[in-house]
């Protein structure tokens, strides 16, 4: 009897470890008919290929051992007593073949199960009247086995019997084989057998087993398996009936729950599915066949379980799968038809038992599907909702939960799981890679298809019972790792800086702006009161502003703020403005600059959702340098983020520093370097201008469904433009007090020979060679910006898994630098500042350049009167201060070698990195992937930029020293601008020309002329040239 369970409890220790631990032959088993869909249900699973395969299981059962359990009885047979087992163990398991025949008919499971080559040692302690020890080898034994297995019918769901009915065994053939055995101790036993040769010996005792054996197997069949059977139908009877509903709370009074059905968002989406999803079907298919995975599903104290691949395999119904998304009030459905696809998952199965070898196993399995569906309820406040920022969801999921958590008391009726529903096809195959694996699996694979064949609407609606079952719970789960989420917070967008404190930079820039202007309105009342109008009342009358600022004498020893000329109130003022411009350029730089948003419509509804991406400044420099694109990140460092504050630090200097500080000199060269180059600031503003053109994304379905992607700068973009603008225009208000300072201070205010004849300058300059050169320098300049400004010269390439779900395709799109500028505010002209961005645009980087070449152009080439062409020379210096044509050529070279790897960045470094990356590790595929190319007109603008950069600067300095020899006084500001008295006539007697250091030796006929008092002065009022 001991023998005989033993045997039993081993055998099926063996077939319960085994059929845990399979793994698959892909090549044999996934290439014919899965089983259960096939026409023949029965197989002899054993071949020549299937034995040649790699077995761990038999490896890892060789090296097994197993300890038996103390204290386990069992009658001796020929009635030699009772048997108590005190220690033992087993080892050396082998079985060499498993097979198994399905014979079913309707729902009556009949299988038989054939064990052959069965081998396995053991070494047995135990007490019989005495101590007893037992040393068996048992090999080259069988056992065959029939099973039948009737239905279960519950007299409450008729219609769905299951197979949990009566089990019986039909037959039993058992042929163990003792190889060898011995006996030790001093029981009765052991004398009565110690004598007995070991051929007579082993015989009887196989006798002795194999009657016992079927014996106990037929009894744990019928009895012991019928008598499970009937408790676990008891269970599961319940699960046969369709799941009641949850219950259903009420939300709270106060709050206006978002209607569904009639959100755009999810209206987009549902147009989406219904347009896109058939026609991408099979690539959906070929996507998810690529996957790769590793990872871990399950991981106890001796078994871990990890998920290494899951594919989709099939072309689906009528050759497409269906997804379809419905929306009612406030419950939201999803329902996936997956007719003729079957999923494929592989996972990873490692064994870890005490003092054991390690069992490593791979098991396939194959599961087919009809369709599946869910119910979600979500009830959303609407307000809430519409205000909320994505890529505040992005950084917390927990910020749109708080939409809704809101809306009921608890918050955890706000969002359940209603229903879940799953319509199974016949397919569940299992299959492992080795010979006994492969029996095992078979032996599986056969019961599920009889399962299938016989009891599939039961199946079906116990599986979506124990869904009905498990909402509560999965619920409860999801809510606590809703709870888990990071709390909503948008610092990090902020670069750690706290949003507050942002936005009272804002506050402050506006506020010092209005402190000085009441304080220059304050202080100009009080000097009118007073009777003065500058500091200490050295600034003469303030009525006579006009005659002061064109009679009332320089003063060198002080600071340009405190001459006699500059009006009190710009006194005053003009600190507090370069303040407040300061702080205005710190907010902008901190804060959120630009958007990448969704904007959604359908039905004549629309909303907005983002921002997907937000940009600052700051971010802007942190996300090059870490995405790889280093020039990018430096050079928006330094123009727009070093740059402005040197600027304005300069232009205080320049406004209140005295000479003995900072010279006269070398203020006219940084005021004219600043000028100059201080446009570069707009580097960042245009590298917007082009994103925006990038992230331009538009779709439509076939019926009203419309999804845009559009960038939408900020207000700290517009206080950043605005900012540079106003440095600008504060260094052009230096730079003009700084000349009219130093034409004053040296005598130079009205220099002789104004009012010459008109001639062209190009005749007094240079060498016939270089007249014609620089004409033809701006001649070139006006043709390359005019034909570079409306050719396509770089292209902007959309690629990825998203763009080819909405178009089928790659997307690209053609600019030139002008479609560029006229798609800022397409189809949102009704925004007052995309509108005004491009125009600003178009006239900074088309308009101007072309028309200060122009004008540049005439004042080379047409005659003119020297005082108009000073006033033009000085318009000239104006355009080029402004002319961003430049600027944006060299944004262009930046951004076609490094904006990839920015939008790289953004998509999988941001705040969409775990959906991106999750995409890509699935689907081997890219996200969304947006590169810059460069076309071959390129080189037209670039050389375009070139030429403004270097030519109308020389060709300013050449009409600068043209203008200087008619007028016989130097006309540009830092020529002007000397540390030494000036010597020589000047003032009102229309003097010559000022000494060699200041002024152009106007020597030679035309200098001559040019200075002759006696052909100036009578035709133009003195007032006018003073002023």
């Known amino acids: 009897a001991m023998s005989r369970r033993l045997v039993l409890v081993l055998w099926l220790w063996l077939a319960t470890a085994a059929a845990g631990a399979a793994q698959d032959d892909e090549e044999e088993d996934l290439s014919g008919d899965p089983i259960g869909e096939g026409d023949n249900r029965s197989a002899l699973l054993t071949s020549s290929a299937a034995a040649a395969r790699p077995d761990p299981l038999r490896r890892w059962l060789e090296g097994l051992r197993i300890s038996l359990p103390a204290g386990a009885t069992g009658e001796l047979p020929m009635g030699m007593g009772t048997l108590e087992l005190t220690a033992g163990s087993c080892w050396g398991f ?13 729902q009556t499971l009949r299988f038989d199960v054939n064990v052959t080559d069965f081998e396995v040692t053991c070494h047995i302690e135990g007490l019989n009247n005495g101590t007893l020890e037992v040393n068996i080898t048992m090999g080259r034994s069988s056992l065959e086995v029939g099973l039948q297995i009737e239905p279960y019918v519950s007299p409450v769901a008729p219609s769905l019997p299951l197979p949990l009915g009566q089990f019986n065994s039909t037959h039993c053939l058992a042929d163990l084989v003792v190889q060898n055995i011995s006996f030790a101790g001093d029981s009765l036993v052991n004398e009565a057998l110690q004598g007995l040769p070991l051929e007579m010996l082993t015989p009887m005792m196989g006798t002795f087993i194999n009657t016992p054996l079927c014996e106990g197997l037929r009894h744990a069949i019928e009895d012991q398996a019928t008598s499970f059977a009937q408790m676990g139908a008891q269970l599961v009877t319940p699960l046969l009936f369709e ?18 059905s009639t959100y755009p968002p999810l209206k987009v989406a549902q147009a989406l599915v219904r347009d896109r999803f058939e026609l991408w079907a099979n690539r959906v298919v070929q996507i998810l066949s690529v996957a790769s995975f590793e990872f871990l599903l399950a991981d106890t104290q001796n078994t871990s379980v990890t998920l290494r691949d899951f594919q989709i395999q099939g072309i689906g119904a009528r050759t497409q799968p269906g997804l379809e998304i419905g929306m009612m009030d406030q419950l939201l459905d999803l329902f996936v038809n997956l007719e003729g696809l079957s999923l494929y998952t592989s996972l990873g199965v490692d064994v870890h038992l005490p003092g054991q070898p390690t069992l490593t196993e791979v098991v396939d399995i194959t599961l087919g599907l009809s369709n599946l569906s869910m119910g979600l309820r979500a009830w959303v406040d609407e307000p809430m909702l519409n205000n909320l920022e994505i890529d505040q969801v992005i950084q917390s999921p927990r910020c749109i939960v708080q939409c809704a958590t809101s809306t009921a008391d608890p918050p955890s009726d706000s969002i359940a799981v209603e229903n879940m529903e799953v319509a199974m096809r016949p397919l569940l195959q299992v299959s492992a890679e080795g010979s006994l694996e492969h029996d095992i699996t078979q032996l599986f694979n056969s019961l599920v298809a009889a399962l299938y ?84 009342g050295e600034m003469g009358s303030s009525a006579g502003g006009a005659e002061a600022a064109a009679g009332v004498e320089a003063r060198e020893d002080l600071c340009l703020a405190r001459q006699p000329f500059v009006p009190l109130v710009l006194t005053v003022f003009y600190p507090f403005a370069l303040l407040s411009v300061m702080l205005l350029f710190l907010f902008a730089d901190l804060d959120l600059g630009a958007t990448v948003s969704v904007v959604m419509a359908a039905e004549g509804r629309s909303a907005t959702i983002g921002p997907l991406f937000s940009f600052s400044l700051v971010s802007t420099i942190a996300h090059s340098w870490d995405s790889g694109a280093y020039f990018i990140s430096i050079l928006t460092l330094l123009t727009s983020g070093i740059w402005p504050f040197v600027k304005l630090s300069l232009l205080f200097a320049s406004w209140l520093l005295p000479p003995s500080r900072f010279s006269v000199r070398r203020r006219g060269h940084v005021l004219n370097f600043l000028d100059t180059w201080g446009k570069y600031s707009f580097v960042d503003s245009w590298f917007l201008v082009l994103s925006m053109s990038a992230f331009a994304l ?73 007249r014609l050169a620089v004409a033809c320098a ?117 951004a076609t070698s490094e904006f990839g790897r920015m939008a790289e960045f953004l998509v999988y470094k941001s705040g969409f990195a775990t959906p991106c990356t999750m995409i890509k590790d699935l689907t081997a595929s890219e996200c969304l992937e947006v590169n810059m190319h460069a076309r071959g007109c390129m080189a037209i603008v670039i050389s375009a930029g070139l030429l403004l950069l270097v030519v109308p600067k020389v060709t300013l300095r050449l009409c600068a020293d043209a203008i200087s020899q008619r007028m016989g006084y130097p006309v540009l500001p830092k020529e002007v601008a000397s540390d030494d008295p000036v010597k020589g006539g000047g003032g009102n007697s229309g003097g010559g020309a000022a000494n060699a250091d200041d002024a152009v030796d106007g020597s030679g006929p035309e200098g001559e002329k040019e200075r002759n008092p006696d052909e100036g002065d009578d035709d133009v009022p003195e007032a006018v040239i003073e002023t």
């Open 94 to 106: 082998e079985v060499g073949h498993l097979r198994s025949e399905d014979n079913s008919i309707d």
């Open 243 to 260: 799941p009641l509903p949850l219950f259903q709370p009420d939300p709270l009074p106060d709050k206006s729950l978002m209607n569904l």
């Open 453 to 536: 064949s016989g009891y599939m609407p039961a199946i079906n609606a116990l599986v979506n019972g124990a869904l009905g079952m498990a909402r509560a719970p999965l619920n409860s789960l999801m809510w606590q790792r809703i709870e888990s989420l990071p709390k909503c917070s948008r610092a990090e967008l902020f670069m750690g800086v706290d949003e507050h404190v942002i936005r009272s930079l804002w506050t402050s820039s506006i506020s010092v702006a209005v402190l000085g202007a009441v304080a220059a309105v304050a202080a100009h009342w009080r000097s009118k009161r007073r009777g003065t109008s500058g500091l200490d």
């Open 698 to 770: 538009e779709w439509e379905s076939v019926g009203e469904a419309s999804m845009k992607v559009q960038t939408t700068p900020t207000a700290a973009f517009y206080a950043f433009f605005t900012a540079t603008s106003l440095s600008l225009v504060l260094g052009h208000v230096a730079s003009e007090l700084h000349t009219h300072a130093a034409k004053v201070a040296s005598g130079k205010g009205s220099g002789g020979g104004s009012s010459g004849e008109a001639k062209p300058l190009s005749c007094l300059v240079g060498s016939r060679a270089l």
């Open 778 to 894: 701006i001649a070139l300049g006006v043709l390359l910006a005019l034909v570079g400004t409306f050719l396509v010269s770089f292209v902007f390439e959309v690629d990825g898994i998203a763009v080819e779900f909405l178009y089928g395709r790659h997307v690209s799109k053609e600019y030139s630098l002008l479609s560029v500028g006229t798609s800022v505010a397409q189809d949102r002209y009704d925004n007052a500042g995309l509108l005004g961005l491009e125009i600003v645009f178009l006239a900074l980087a088309v308009v101007v350049p072309i028309l200060e070449l122009c004008v540049l152009l005439g004042l080379w080439m047409a005659p003119m009167r020297p005082l108009t062409q000073r006033a033009v020379l000085h318009f000239c210096y104006l355009l080029d201060s402004w002319a961003s044509l430049d600027v944006a050529a060299l944004v262009l070279v930046i």
